[in-house]
């Protein structure tokens, strides 16, 4: 079973997921959606022997990360962006979001720039914004066995 934290909108302020990290008796990979490119960039540096994938947000203009990204973990595939390049704000059905990530054909999608953490399941994958450590008090866990995901949004 592969364990992922997953992170978004931090917005310069690392210590609660450094908390996070130094809770969890494993973790196999961190996920970052965006805002600030240079926060998952710095968790990457503290704990080099985790795997850290990131996005850039609408706040990382000078960043060369891209503004989305698909990896595989565990068997299953994530597609993982900030969301504001796909409307998440104005469209409370996420049409745009889901058309992006279906391109990409994953188990799991992960978005942020909202900060307000949501989760669904449409039938073809699981979307997932964790919401943000700073601004909600949230993020998520991912538990990946044998390419099924399984999700919880977690409270600070």
Do not use: W
């Not at 592969?2 to 809770?23: A, V, W, Y």
Request: glycine share 6%; proline share 4%.
């Amino acid at each position: 079973m592969k364990k992922i934290l997953i992170f978004s909108d931090t917005h310069g302020d690392i210590n609660k997921c450094l908390h996070i990290i130094e809770e969890q008796t494993h973790v196999d990979a961190i996920i970052h959606a965006g805002d600030y490119v240079r926060d998952a960039e710095d968790i990457e540096s503290i704990y080099p022997n985790i795997p850290v994938y990131y996005v850039r947000g609408n706040n990382d203009i000078l960043s060369n990360a891209p503004s989305s990204l698909t990896v595989a973990i565990g068997g299953a595939r994530i597609y993982i962006t900030h969301g504001h390049e796909q409307r998440v704000k104005y469209e409370s059905s996420y049409t745009t979001l889901k058309a992006a990530a279906t391109q990409s054909n994953p188990a799991l999608a992960v978005f942020g720039h909202t900060h307000v953490p949501y989760t669904s399941y449409d039938g073809d994958f699981i979307l997932l914004n964790p919401g943000s450590v700073l601004f909600s008090k949230t993020y998520a866990k991912a538990e990946i066995e044998n390419g099924k995901v399984n999700i919880k949004i977690m409270d600070i």
